[in-house]
């Protein structure tokens, strides 16, 4: 019902904290810290702020320990036949990635890929602007 008031020319503000309803629900999302505003942007935008991605392979065989070439890609091995590799957006490719896990010799079974979500993001922007965080005690030193 929300969509569609909105689809026929009526603004609605949703105030909420349900941050997956408002990913889902909203063209622009403001977060109010403290009663200060410390973002306005686009979904969208909002979304590529922490540009991090985790990428999950399921390997055929057991590995003892991360591939010197994965290592670029804060690869963790959760157990001997999950790897996880924790990269941004920005600075890699997907197939790149891939491409390094064959050269390794590794044989993938599965795959599976995770992004940062809202919640991810205020989460992050929340504990940066609070009041005595380590990003404020910087700003009030300038």
């Given amino acids: 019902y929300v969509k569609d008031l909105n689809r026929a020319g009526t603004t609605v503000l949703l105030t909420t904290h349900y941050l997956e309803e408002a990913e889902q629900l909203c063209d622009r999302i403001a977060i109010i810290n403290h009663g200060r505003l410390i973002a306005n942007d686009s979904t969208e935008g909002m979304l590529r702020r922490l540009d991090q991605k985790e990428l999950a392979l399921t390997l ?5 320990e991360v591939p010197l070439s994965l290592r670029r890609y804060a690869a963790e091995l959760q157990n001997p036949r999950r ?3 924790r990269y941004r957006l920005s600075e890699a490719k997907v197939s790149e990635i891939l491409a390094a896990a064959n050269a390794a010799g590794l044989e993938i079974v599965d795959l599976t890929t995770a992004e940062a979500d809202l919640e991810d993001i205020f989460l992050q922007l929340t504990r940066d602007s609070a009041p005595g965080s380590e990003a404020e005690l910087r700003a009030a030193a300038r």
């Fill in 60 to 64: 055929a065989h057991d590995l003892a």
């Fill in 83 to 85: 790897l996880v590799l």
